[in-house]
């Protein structure tokens, strides 16, 4: 939640290159089903919750606001899927992404023969290592150059906006989301409100498998607690003229706050990444002088200098303007630095008050989150909870990916037993409809989606 408006247009225009880039590069199966048709996925049980299979149209009942529907369109449980695999894979997965590929290479090889599955990684960003195949050949390869990602990042609501606006656009039929994730979404786009209303208007079934990471993520933010804090500092001027407001800031940092905090000194317009032109381990003198050799105008080589990698550290960016501040850094900038703009008619007393005041209160605010980490993750566990039900699937909560096959396993019978039912509405009211899907059989339960949004 944490984009500025430029940032959100480019996150928006790479959503658009990347689902046409999807649309070019893979081959697409359509099934032809009318535009009007509104389809509901739904497993039926008895009373022992033994699922039922069998079963054809005129065995269900549908009312969409309450009044009858005849249904004309109707797929078994044997069926195929498109699915879609859905890997949450920032920074807290990195301990753990190996036993998520071999569970989900496992998982590959439950799911139909007929299925065709694609592969979806995000965590600061969306990839598709793999759209929709049935080459288990092609799927497994894909997996393996899976990677958890540096950022503590996780654009969850972007990826499933893009999943059912985008990846899944133009694909009709059965289809599901099977997404692992521990529910935390950080600098999205959207919200959840409105990512809820996008996934009204889809047919695709989703189940979340919500992994429990609290304790990690609690002991990591401790961790950070104890240690020396650690910063980053990265100079950037537009003009040379102003180089010296540049550096005059970034002294006034190391003075202040190099006895208490672990410094690094970043190069500007570092396309492949953080360049390191100073480490903490160097003393504050010898720091200060390295930024007196610096030209903040000026793009460093990358000949001879270290990449950061996995930067997670905070960063303040020194600036004498924030106009074109993003051409300039390249992959330096990202949303969540501290921009200190220091520019001609700029108030020292100002930016001052701006570094001092972001670090003091970096400590209550780290404070404040692990107080409030127990209710951070009953909410996204509640948001996975209704993502999921609200398209007739299902939420696994996990306590371990250990068990992952366990659940991985369950999900794959389970679209083995799931019904497609479809009906044109006979009231074309736009907006949210109730929707009721049962069986003429008494005892039979049924779960499916409860509503659409037209």
């Not at 606001?65 to 695999?85: A, D, H, L």
């Not at 850094?329 to 700029?346: D, E, M």
């Not at 479809?422 to 499916?448: I, K, M």
Request: proline share 5%; net charge neutral.
């Amino acid at each position: 939640m944490y984009h500025t408006p430029m940032v959100r247009g480019i996150a928006a225009l790479g959503l658009m290159i990347l689902a046409v880039t999807i649309a070019e590069q893979t081959p697409q199966k359509v099934f032809k089903v009318p535009v009007e048709l509104v389809l509901a996925h739904a497993v039926v049980t008895d009373v022992n919750r033994h699922p039922v299979t069998g079963l054809d149209a005129a065995d269900f009942l549908l009312k969409d606001n309450g009044v009858p529907q005849q249904i004309s369109y109707f797929k078994p449980e044997n069926e195929p899927f498109r699915v879609m695999i859905a890997l949450d894979v920032s920074g807290s997965t990195h301990p753990k992404i190996e036993l998520i590929k071999a569970a989900v290479k496992r998982f590959l090889r439950q799911l139909g023969p007929n299925d065709e599955i694609a592969l979806m990684t995000f965590g600061d960003e969306i990839r598709m290592p793999s759209g929709f195949t049935s080459d288990r050949e092609q799927l497994e390869r894909a997996v393996d150059i899976v990677a958890s990602g540096p950022s503590n990042k996780t654009i969850l609501y972007d990826a499933l906006s893009f999943a059912v606006r985008a990846a899944f656009k133009g694909i009709e039929g059965r289809k599901a989301l099977v997404l692992l994730s521990d529910g935390f979404d950080v600098a999205s786009g959207i919200d959840v409100d409105v990512l809820n209303r996008y996934l009204a208007e889809t047919d695709c079934l989703i189940y979340s498998l919500v992994v429990d990471t609290e304790e990690d993520v609690r002991e990591h933010m401790t961790g950070v607690l104890r240690r020396k804090p650690e910063f980053a500092l990265v100079l950037d001027s537009s003009l040379e003229e102003n180089e010296e407001l540049v550096r005059e800031a970034a002294r006034y940092f190391v003075q202040r706050h190099g006895r208490s905090a672990r410094i690094w000194l970043l190069a500007r317009n570092c396309y492949h990444g953080p360049l390191i032109l100073a480490g903490p381990s160097v003393r504050n003198e010898r720091l200060l002088a390295r930024i007196r050799l610096v030209n903040p105008s000026m793009d460093w080589p990358l000949k001879g200098t270290q990449v950061l990698a996995g930067n997670r550290i905070e960063t303040f960016v020194i600036t004498d303007t924030m106009e074109g501040m993003e051409a300039r850094l390249g992959s330096c900038i990202l949303p969540q630095c501290k921009v200190i703009p220091v520019g001609k008619g700029a108030d020292p007393g100002e930016w001052q008050a701006r570094i001092s005041i972001s670090l003091e209160t970096r400590v209550a605010d780290l404070r404040w989150a692990i107080e409030a980490l127990p209710e951070s993750y009953r909410l996204a566990r509640h948001n996975m909870e209704v993502m999921a039900t609200a398209t007739g699937g299902r939420a696994y909560q996990l306590e371990s990916v250990k068990r992952l096959d366990e659940f991985y396993e369950l999900v794959a019978r389970e679209l083995r037993q799931v019904y497609t039912i479809g009906f044109y509405p006979s009231a074309l009211t736009p907006g949210y409809h109730s929707l009721e899907v049962r069986t003429q059989t008494p005892g039979f339960f049924v779960r499916a989606r409860t509503s659409y949004r037209r």
